[in-house]
């Protein structure tokens, strides 16, 4: 009787294993064939503050980077 019971079992576990496998290649198909996302902005940061932003929203004065012409005036002036 005892064996019937790990013959059993085995079959379970495997049966459970290939359903795993199954389901992670679906799931790795799936995300595979979406379209590919926009890339990410390149941020920057304010020199001034130490906000990050966009750099094409950005200002640069040499090589640092402000948010707003006010920053970049302090910075600027000391």
């Not at 064996?3 to 290649?25: E, T, Y």
């Not at 995300?31 to 990050?52: E, F, I, Y």
Request: hydrophobic letters at 40%; glycine letters at 2%.
């Amino acid at each position: 009787m005892g064996l019937i019971k790990l013959i059993i079992l085995a079959a379970l576990i495997w049966a459970a294993l290939r359903f795993w496998r199954a389901m992670q290649q679906r799931s790795t198909e799936t995300s595979s064939s979406q379209p590919p996302q926009p890339d990410a902005p390149v941020m920057v940061r304010c020199a001034q503050c130490h906000v990050h932003l966009p750099e094409s929203r950005a200002l640069r004065a040499g090589d640092q980077w402000y948010c707003c012409a006010e920053h970049r005036d302090e910075h600027d002036n000391r």
